[in-house]
């Protein structure tokens, strides 16, 4: 008798949906990649302004609910960025209601503003957002074509595939464990980098 397939856990993608997702994003592999990291940084960005906690969890759950999806539909999807921006909107309703039963409802903001104050705090966001967005792509640019090709192949998978890190690991002649202190510092050299260059 054939030994059952394993099953996969809500959260984790099958390399088929996590690359047919990345394919969507740019034909070029890693032109994509960056597209994803990009995504990513936007998103976490999306939830902390939104008083969501764990906003980077958030951001995991968006891209993988995205890829999972866009694999599982029929339907054409011409535009993939406003299609996640879509499933976030619908996770941020879905986190705000989880918050709201465990904190205290006077821990939460006071974010009822007027419309024109909305307005106007929209449009700082949004500048201060593509500031920070090519704060990061200057700061990418600025490590060495091999860290940035491990900094982001290992962002990408956000952990779900044990396989695809164990190579990269071996690609780079690392052991797990120290390609990801490599990673670690890398994304704290990162952060430092976009600090600096929004010259806080």
Known sequence: ????????????????????????????????????????????????????????????????????????????????????????????????????????????PDNKLSDAGESIAAIHKKIQLQKEVQCLRTCLGRLSQEDQELFLAYRINKGRYVETRKRLAEKFGLTSGTLRVRVIRLREKLEKCVTKCLGH
Request: net charge neutral; aromatic share 10%.
């Open 1 to 108: 008798m054939a030994d059952p397939k394993p099953t996969l856990s809500p959260d984790v993608l099958t390399q088929e949906q996590f690359h047919g997702f990345l394919q969507r994003l740019n034909a070029d592999r890693e032109q994509a990649a960056l597209k994803y990291e990009e995504l990513h940084f936007k998103l976490v960005k999306f939830f902390q302004w939104s008083y969501c906690s764990a906003a980077e969890d958030l951001a995991d759950e968006t891209l993988t609910r995205t890829a999972r999806k866009l694999h599982s539909t029929a339907e054409e999807v011409l535009d993939v960025e406003a299609f996640v921006w879509g499933i976030a909107r619908r996770i941020r309703q879905e986190g705000r209601k989880k918050d709201l039963k465990t904190i205290n409802l006077a821990q939460v």
